[in-house]
C-alpha cells in the first residue's frame, strides 16, 4: 500500500473520508469502544446517524425550519416549525441518535454542563 506523505499509516489518497481522519483509525477506536463496552457489560451499537440534526427530537418531524447539510452547518440553534420545541443541534443530535439505539428517552432530557 502506498502512503501519501504526511498520511497516517494504512491511509492513502483519495480517500472520502480523507478530511475527516483515516478510515483505518476511525475502525480501531471502535473497536476499542466495543470492548471497553463489553468488557463492563455495556451496549454497544452502531446506529444510522443520518439527519440526526434535522429530524425534531420531541415531535419526530423532519421540518422545513431545521439546519441542512453542509451550507447550514453554521445554524447551531433551531425552533422547530411543526411542535414549536427550541433545540440546540448537537443536543437534538444525540438524542435521536439515543433513540435510534433503542435507548429510553430520558424525561428530563440530556443534562446541560454548566457553563454552556
Known amino acids: 500500500m502506498t502512503r501519501t506523505a504526511g498520511a497516517p499509516i494504512g491511509c492513502q489518497r483519495p480517500s472520502r473520508f480523507w478530511g475527516l481522519g483515516c478510515p483505518k483509525i476511525y475502525h480501531e477506536a471502535e ?7 463489553i468488557a463492563r457489560s455495556g451496549v454497544f451499537e ?4 443520518a439527519y ?3 429530524v425534531c ?4 418531524a423532519k421540518p422545513d425550519s431545521s439546519p441542512k447539510g453542509r451550507t447550514d452547518l453554521g445554524i447551531r440553534h433551531w425552533i422547530c ?4 420545541a427550541e433545540h440546540d443541534r448537537d443536543i ?7 433513540a435510534a439505539g433503542g435507548h429510553p428517552r430520558l424525561d428530563g432530557g440530556i ?3 454548566q457553563g454552556e
Open 31 to 37: 473497536d476499542t469502544l466495543e470492548y471497553k463496552a
Open 92 to 98: 437534538n443530535a444525540a438524542k435521536n441518535i439515543l
Open 111 to 113: 443534562l446541560v454542563l
Open 57 to 60: 427530537s420531541c415531535c419526530g
Open 81 to 84: 416549525s411543526e411542535c414549536g
Open 46 to 49: 452502531e446506529v444510522n446517524e
Open 52 to 54: 440526526s440534526t434535522q
